[in-house]
């Protein structure tokens, strides 16, 4: 009998598995961007940034509107499933907008925050699995004073651990009937609370608020899974802003550093990473547009045969690193194969209009050290590189040695023509190897620019680097010719 109820069991649970792959099935074929979300009346952001505010039936502090369930959802399905491109989950996304009267306002609850007497409207809640980011903020108001605005975050329903943990934008002063950006410097934020502090005789008139909502989002980026070769490629993705199909965008890859490495797809998400200031940065300048994806760097034990644990791998060393050999990045290793396939089943993909010409590296301390990685492998991809706090070959914080540089010097051959900007603190070990690279690829003729970030060390170099426009700016100047392979 017991027997029986197992093979029920089991014929139960394959018949819903294939139900699970046959409606996967039928994603395959669509318009990326569907008609009814083509243009919202409410708003000029078309993809990607939902816009919420307080419901105005809300009247008094204790009341929790659910923004994310009020939405209608409107699904951009994944990409068509090609041969071993798996994408998940959809991307759910809807511009909404609304006015938040004076006398709503004068309802919020008034407290102390940082020795400032300030209004706090009720919770804003993003469903289950929604992040909640990039507000915007118009406030309404007459008189003499000044008026001071800020948006609290958390990710539980928390007013003062928040504030206790600083997860605050700050005040800002703001002028009337004037839009400014606010945005959360860490990812997961579920709730998230309006704040204004008044000085003078200040009479506020009204509200307008908005946000980011994504449903599974990370700074924006939504998870996604790439298989490749028995193993599966954890990546995150974020579309244009605006995105229209009959116009070309960038592609940046961001990798993290060794803090980053897992199969969680999340721990890839890290603050030292591009991808994270494409979104709270630069996500509403037109010039920094573009397609980013941030593939997550698997440890030892996820990486399938015959890369591991059948086949070689390469020297290992638990004094970097406890989950992982250094040889995980390495130009032959499974995860830089599966990423650079990833990446060209992307730019052949009818669903994603990415401009060839560029494709953009960019990656922080191990990141960094797989920057040379991916050179090495397919030069011929990148238009341009942003090396930060990496190393080229050999150890970390170390310079290499006679025999690696030797080595070196065959390897930068086949990427010198490939411009890289190196970056580096001045206080980091790590620019012993950034700066011996960035020599010997000038001394080839090569293309690269190195700068040392005065007072910078390790992690500081990544902020330094990545909040610099005119890096970003340079990176995205690059643009690969197709006549000088």
Same mark, same amino acid.
């Given at each position: 009998m017991k027997n %029986? #109820?197992?093979?029920?069991a089991i014929l139960v649970l394959v018949i819903i598995s294939f139900s699970v792959l046959a409606t996967g099935v039928l994603y395959a074929g669509f318009d990326p961007v569907p008609k009814q979300y083509q243009r919202h009346p409410v708003s000029q952001d078309d993809f990607g940034r939902p816009n919420i505010a307080v419901e105005e039936e809300t009247t008094t502090s204790g009341d929790k509107p659910n923004l994310a369930q009020e939405l209608e959802s409107e699904i951009v399905p994944p990409l068509? %499933? /090609?041969s071993n491109l798996v994408n998940q989950p959809a991307y759910i996304s809807r511009i909404m907008e609304n006015d938040i009267d004076a006398s709503m306002i004068a309802s919020w609850n008034v407290t102390e925050i940082k020795g400032k007497t300030v209004r706090v409207a009720p919770v804003i809640v993003a469903d289950k699995g929604f992040e909640l980011n990039l507000d915007e903020l118009t406030v309404k108001f007459e008189g003499e004073g000044t008026l001071e605005a800020g948006i609290v975050y958390n990710y539980k329903d928390d007013f003062q651990q928040a504030i206790e943990k600083n997860i605050f934008t700050g005040f800002r002063r703001? !002028?009337? +009937?004037k839009a400014n950006r606010f945005y959360n410097r860490y990812k997961g934020a579920k709730y998230a609370w309006i704040v204004l502090s008044a000085q003078g005789k200040i009479k506020l008139t009204g509200l307008k608020h908005s946000c980011n909502i994504v449903k599974g989002g990370q700074y924006g980026h939504i998870p996604r899974e790439y298989r490749f070769e028995h193993g599966s490629l954890l990546y995150r993705i974020m579309y244009p802003k605006n995105y229209d199909p009959s116009k070309k965008y960038p592609l940046v890859i961001s990798v993290h550093g060794s803090g980053g490495v897992g199969s969680d797809n999340s721990k890839n998400m890290e603050m030292t990473i591009l991808a994270r200031y494409l979104y709270i940065s630069y996500y509403d300048d037109p010039e920094f547009e573009c397609f980013s994806i941030v593939p997550q #760097?698997? +440890? +030892?034990?996820? #990486?399938p045969a015959p890369y591991y644990p059948n086949g070689s791998k390469g020297v290992y060393s638990r004094t970097y690193h406890p989950a992982i050999s250094l040889s995980t990045v390495? !130009? %032959? &290793?499974?995860? %830089?194969k599966a990423t650079l396939s990833l990446v060209h089943e992307m730019l052949n993909s009818p669903e994603l209009s990415i401009d060839p010409s560029r494709v953009y590296y960019s990656g922080f301390s191990y990141g960094g050290k797989a920057c040379w990685e991916f050179l090495k492998a397919d030069p011929d991809l990148f238009a341009g590189a942003i090396c930060c !706090? &990496?190393?080229p070959i050999g150890m970390p914080y170390k310079a290499p040695n006679e025999v690696q540089f030797e080595r070196l010097k065959s390897e930068v051959t086949g990427y010198k023509k490939v411009p890289v900007y190196i970056t580096a603190g001045e206080k980091d070990g790590m620019r012993l190897g950034s700066k011996v690279v960035y020599d010997e690829i000038i001394r080839q003729g090569g293309k690269s620019i190195y700068k040392e970030i005065k007072n910078a060390d390790h992690v500081q170099s990544s902020t330094k680097t990545w909040s610099d426009k005119g #890096? /970003?700016?340079w990176l995205f100047d690059q643009k690969k010719t197709f006549d000088n392979n």
């Open positions: %029986t #109820i197992k093979l029920s068509k %499933t /090609v703001v !002028a009337s +009937d #760097i698997p +440890d +030892d034990k996820s #990486i390495n !130009a %032959t &290793g499974w995860y %830089t !706090a &990496g190393w #890096i /970003v700016e």
